[in-house]
Nanobody, 130 residues
Framework: QVQLVESGGGLVQPGGSLRLSCAAS????????IGWFRQAPGKEREGVSC????????YYADSVKGRFTISRDNAENTVYLQMNSLKPEDTAVYYC???????????????????????WGQGTQVTVSS
């Protein structure tokens, strides 16, 4: 069974850090671009970060540049999102998604478009609050 499972969410104070994990089962992440998206209550799902299948290209939304870092460990079949200097506006459910047809070097508009992705996780809640 093909499955993506996010973990690592939780409650953190402003300025704190969390590391989200996206683990795959039933398939190998190595050949997939992996995106992180988030959705806050009453808002549309938005792209946060993406890493290409080779790991050679990484993408970040302007709102998280310099604070979030995406990485992948193909041996562990896992992609990570390190989130530092968290702000209350980062509060959302975070989802990871996998795509095997986003080309290397794709435009940001592509990698942050949900319809390019084939598999989605169930989401993990991140709450930034004092």
């Amino acid at each position: 069974q093909v499955q993506l499972v996010e973990s690592g969410g939780g409650l953190v104070q402003p300025g704190g850090s969390l590391r989200l994990s996206c683990a795959a089962s039933g398939f190998t992440l190595e050949h997939y671009a992996i995106g992180w998206f988030r959705q806050a209550p009453g808002k549309e799902r938005e792209g946060v970060s993406c890493i290409s299948s080779s790991g050679g290209s990484t993408y970040y939304a302007d709102s998280v540049k310099g604070r979030f870092t995406i990485s992948r460990d193909n041996a562990e079949n896992t992609v990570y999102l390190q989130m530092n200097s968290l702000k209350p506006e980062d509060t959302a459910v975070y989802y990871c998604a996998a795509s095997d047809h986003i080309p290397e070097g794709a435009h940001t508009i592509v990698v942050f478009t949900t319809t390019w992705y084939d598999y989605w996780g169930q989401g993990t809640q991140v709450t930034v609050s004092s």
